[in-house]
Structure formats: C-alpha cells, structure tokens
C-alpha cells in the first residue's frame, strides 16, 4: 500500500488496520512544478494499492495519482488498484447544459488508461459514474457506519431528509436502518454560481428531529438551503450527515451560523484546522477501506461487508 501527498495520515491508518507499513515512495514536485514519483521499493507481481483522495489541490492530486499508477506499471507490478476515497469531479456526470463536458467520464479514462487494474472508492456522486470506467470498481458506502452513529443516541420522532430527489435512495437507505420514514425538499439551484434555494417538502418533518443526508458538502449552501427549508415547515432540531466534507469557500462559518445542531463527517478528504467547526464530529473510514483492501488481495466478495 503506497500513499499519495493527498491524505497520508488516513493511508497510515489503512496499513495500521491491514497490520503492514505503508509503502516507501518518494511523491514531490521539483521546482518547475513537475509532479516525481519514484516507488522505493520492490514491486515486481506484487498486489500494489495507491491511496490518493482526489482533495483539493484537485488536479495536483490527480497528476500525483496517474504518475503513480504509470510508476507502478512500469515497475512490473502484479496488479494496480487506484485507493481514491473521493472522487472529484464527480458532479460533472453529465451533459446537463449545452457544451459542457462530462469530467467524471475524462478522469475515469486517464485513470485506466495510465494503467489502474480496478479502483475503490466510497460513496460516488451518482452510481452511475462506475459505468464511465472499463474496469472494475468497488464502490463502498459509509451510510451504515454514518447511520449507526445516530442509532447510538438517543434521538427520538427522527425523519431522514434528503437534499433533493436525486438522494432519495441515499434517504431511504439510512431512514431502513434507522427505522424511520423520510422527507425530500425540492431545490432549485441558481445557474453555476453554488447558490441554492431551496423550493418545497415532500414529507412531514413537523414537531421532528430531522437527520439531512448528503454525499458531499461543498460550499455548504445545499444542506444550509435544506436546513432552512426544513426548520420553516417545523422540525425541531436538525442534525446532518454526509460523506465528503469537502468544505470550499466560506462553507465552515456558514454551517457555523446555520440552524444545524451537529454535523457527522468522514474523513475520506483531510479537514484543515481551520475549517473545523464546532458542529463537526469525524467518523474514520480507515478500517472500510482496510477491510475491502483485505478481501480484494485475498479474493473475498467486498459486497459481503455490507450484507447485514
């Protein structure tokens, strides 16, 4: 297991999980801003795995993980499963207004064509984007863990929110685990300028302690615009969980602010000091991706992990 610049500290806890050490490689820019890596170790037939968030800054992080994989491959490795526990991009899934590209699509084919034999990540954006790759992908979910960590305290009348009709599933979902029913609130979002406002509700939140589930939170007017909408139609309190927290922008002092009474979070991407907030509490996936690194290596099934 080799780690990129992008999240070293949760690779270490991978190898900690797996009982190995992290793989010793040289990962760094020279002066003239060209990304080196130079893996320092033997690798010739070996299962290697490269462990490389796509984290801001995003296409520094990209590059570091594609001149891994070209490394890897041309160090005669036995197989390349590209690590990436979020994958940027992502929102970029399709043509949703005219001359756009599909970005998720383009990462997806310079991944496999610098030479990855399969990739792992956690919780995709939309499904869909495991399509977009000609090789396998093992897609993990950290909504039961997200989940359990509610079922743990005591919150009564709970209803799960989603952000939109498009993270329904992801509602259902963890409102099946939490035995609780579910609530949509209808946005619409302002052009491409990271604004939203939010519309309607589908659901009755009225009098409840409402959970928002998302997939990532990025300028954090999404789950604020939710909250908002949630609160004028009579929740009591409001809790949020997400996957991602990516955190551009001004989105740590907006949830700051917000009417969010806590928010869970994993660490698939490093939250800077700076951008910790009060409301955050971090769940580690360490011990997910150590688990299905262990099974691929030893040909297990992965999906058997989230059977129960």
Known sequence: VFSGNAHTQLAHEVCDYLDITIGKA????????NTFVRILENIRERDVFLVQSISAPVNDHVME????????????AGRITAVIPYYAYGRSDKK??????????????????????????????????QGFFNIPVDELTAVPMLARSFQERDVSNLVVA????????RARDTAHILDA?????????MGNQDRVEAVSLIGDVDGKT???VDDEIGTGGTVVATADALKEYG????????????????APQLLEDSVIKEIVVTDTLPIAEEKNTTKTKVLSVAALLGEAIHRIHSGMSVGAMFEK
């Open 26 to 33: 040289e990962v760094f820019k020279f002066n003239n801003d």
């Open 65 to 76: 993980l594609l001149i891994m994989i070209d490394a890897a491959k041309r160090a005669s």
């Open 210 to 212: 409402a959970l928002i």
């Open 96 to 129: 949703d207004q005219p001359r756009v590209p599909i970005t998720a699509r383009l990462v997806a084919n310079i991944i496999t064509v610098a030479g990855a034999d399969r990739v792992l990540t956690v919780d995709l954006h939309a499904g869909q984007i």
């Open 162 to 169: 989603a952000t939109d009709v498009g993270d329904a599933k």
């Open 181 to 189: 029913p579910i609530a949509i609130v209808e946005k619409h979002r």
């Open 235 to 250: 929740a009591a309190e409001i809790y949020c969980s997400v996957t991602h927290p990516v955190l551009s922008g001004d």
